[in-house]
DNA sequence: GCCCTGACTGCTA
DNA sequence: TTAGCAGCCAGGG
């Protein structure tokens, strides 16, 4: 099969974030066997389209520090709290989000693997 | 192929 | 705890 681009590899694993659970950008650049590309991860949920952002759950995506730092025209670290808190996600009274309670393990590389090259968007 | 951008991160103060 | 700063890397022009 065609190989990915870096983008849709950060959607496919966002997309196997549950309900109610989060991961920071870091952590899935670390997934993709690219760690430093914290940034590109955030860009790439930043490319999303209006339609397409309807089908992946970008509000489970937080920085390192468990706060909100999406940074869109569309959406506001406002409508992200919100989404998550209506997911059972709880915020301290500084707005951060304790990794140990709500922090998604991620996936093994073998995991990872089978997911990039099997799993489809849900638009294709 | 070069240069710029950015929903980040780790280090230092 | 917070702020500033440099390094990070894939896409787009």
Known sequence: MSERSFFEKVWLIT?????????WYGRIAEMLEAPGAARTV???LNALSH???RHIP???VINKAGRCSIRN????????????KAEGVVFDER??????????????????????????????
């Open 73 to 84: 025209a569309a959406h506001t670290p406002d409508d992200q709290q919100a989404r998550l």
């Open 15 to 23: 997309l196997q974030i549950p309900r109610g659970q989060v991961t």
């Open 51 to 53: 339609e397409q952002a």
């Open 95 to 124: 707005g951060r989000i304790d990794f140990r309670r709500f922090g998604w393990p991620g996936l093994d590389p073998d995991e990872v693997r089978f997911l990039l090259s099997h799993a489809r968007l849900p638009w294709e």
């Open 42 to 44: 955030g860009w790439a």
């Open 58 to 60: 970008w509000q489970r």
